[in-house]
């Protein structure tokens, strides 16, 4: 298995010895550009109905619809087949967004519980991550500073079962044409205007339903 330790102790033996005292930084999210950061996410004369500036479908533009009877209002449902997420509301309605869900079997369908909320959240791939794409990841070993090209976007809110922080997220993407898409890690993908939405209305303790995919639902019948 490649991890970072085993990385930085090779590249140490191989062009010297540790300084004195090093430390690696810890990835950081500037406060005083999130403002900026929103707007630049954020369309110009912005509609969540409408505005499309990144060209995905017209069904996956946030609406609100008429929620089935029974489920409660705060709550989050996400349809890994139709790649629509749900927010109930408390007046039998709710807002519908289009989401990207994983790749081939990293999608985890479940219940959780959303633990935490962060606005312009770091990123830190995982060990499984580094392990299954090093190239891709192994250069973002020790984390990401926040921003627009932060793989988690503007917004995140983080699924845990029980104590238990799962490592997957629904959060705003920088691919935006991803959404409707098999494309992430695990996670849940959404556009960050959309999201940015979202985020507000959301308190930490609400329950997250992620329902199976199509091969999931083909794999029980």
């Known amino acids: 298995m490649l991890t970072r330790r085993h990385f ?4 140490a033996a191989t062009f010297s010895a540790p300084i004195a005292g090093a430390a690696w930084a ?19 004369n912005y509609d969540p109905a409408t505005s499309n500036p990144w060209g995905v479908h017209r069904r996956f533009l946030p609406q609100r619809v008429q929620a089935n009877d029974g489920l409660t209002p705060g709550d989050i449902h996400v349809d890994a ?9 408390d007046d039998g309605t709710a807002m519908r967004y289009g989401v990207a869900i994983a790749k081939g079997n990293l999608y985890e369908p479940g219940t959780y519980t959303i633990k935490r909320k962060a606005k312009w959240p770091t990123w830190t791939p995982t060990a499984a991550m580094i392990e299954r794409d090093p190239d891709q990841f192994l250069k973002h070993a020790d984390g990401m500073n926040a921003g627009p090209t932060n793989p988690l976007g503007s917004r995140a809110l983080y699924l845990f079962v029980g104590n238990r922080d799962t490592y997957l997220r629904i959060h705003g993407s920088p691919s935006a044409r991803s959404i409707g898409g098999r494309a992430s890690s695990g996670c849940v993908r959404m556009i960050m205007a959309h999201i940015n939405d979202l985020y507000g209305n959301v308190d930490p303790g609400s329950t997250a339903y992620l329902y199976a995919t199509e091969d999931g639902v083909s794999a029980r019948s």
């Open 26 to 44: 810890r990835p950081i999210s500037d406060k005083s550009k999130w403002d900026q950061w929103d707007a630049q996410v954020t369309p110009a």
């Open 81 to 89: 087949i139709a790649r629509y997420l749900y927010h109930i509301l």
């Open 8 to 11: 930085v102790m090779t590249t």
